[in-house]
C-alpha cells in the first residue's frame, strides 16, 4: 500500500469514525517520532501528507524545517524529532506531515510515520507524571497505555512558541 493509499484510507476511516463520537470519549491520531508513541486530537487534524521538500525561511528556530504551499496557503512545517531534542529527521517516503489547525494557524507536524486512530474514553487517560515540577511537559495533555506501548497525547499549541512562527495565514492571503 503506497503512502497516499493510506492517507485516503487514514482519512475515511475518521470520517467514519467522526460520527460515532461520544461526549466522554475522544479520537486521537498516533504516530511514530523514533520508538515512540504519540497522538493529537483528530478534530485538529486536517490533512496527512506524504513528505514533500520544504523552503527554508531565515532566522527560524531549527526546528522549523520551512515551509510547503498546500492550495494558496503557506503552512510552516515543524520537525518533532528537533523538537524533542532527539536529532534532526532525514525525511524519506516513509514519512509524513500531519496538518493540523491550531485555532487560526494552520501548521504541519512532521513525522515518522501515522500509526492508528485510537478512541479513548477521557478516564483512561493518565495525567503525566511531575508535570507540575517540569514545564517542559506542558505540551502532554497526558498518557494512556494502547496494546501494552504508552501512547503520550501532545497538545500541538503547546509545543511551538506561535509568537516565534511567522504569521504565514494572514501574509498569503
Known amino acids: 500500500m503506497t503512502n497516499q493509499e493510506t492517507n485516503d484510507q487514514i482519512t475515511a476511516e475518521m470520517v467514519n469514525d467522526m460520527s460515532g463520537q461520544k461526549g466522554d470519549i475522544k479520537q486521537y491520531i498516533s504516530f511514530n517520532v523514533g520508538k515512540e508513541l504519540y497522538a493529537v486530537e483528530i478534530t485538529t487534524v486536517r490533512e496527512i501528507k ?6 527554508s525561511l531565515p532566522n527560524s528556530p531549527d526546528y522549523m524545517r520551512g515551509v510547503i504551499n498546500m492550495r494558496g496557503v503557506i503552512v510552516p512545517v515543524f520537525d518533532l524529532r528537533t523538537r524533542f531534542s532527539r536529532g534532526h529527521t532525514q525525511p524519506g517516503k516513509s514519512h509524513v506531515v500531519i496538518i493540523v489547525k491550531l485555532g487560526e494557524r494552520t501548521i504541519g507536524i512532521l513525522v515518522d510515520a501515522v500509526s492508528d486512530i485510537l478512541t479513548i474514553p477521557q478516564e483512561d487517560i493518565l495525567s503525566v507524571p511531575d508535570k507540575d515540577a517540569n514545564p517542559e511537559y506542558a505540551f502532554m495533555e497526558g ?11 501532545i497538545k500541538p499549541r503547546m509545543l511551538f512558541d506561535m509568537n516565534l512562527i511567522p504569521d504565514l495565514d494572514s501574509a498569503a492571503a
Request: glycine share 6%; aromatic share 6%.
Open 50 to 55: 506524504g513528505w514533500i521538500p520544504t523552503t
Open 143 to 153: 498518557l494512556v497505555s494502547v496494546e501494552d506501548k504508552m501512547v503520550a497525547i
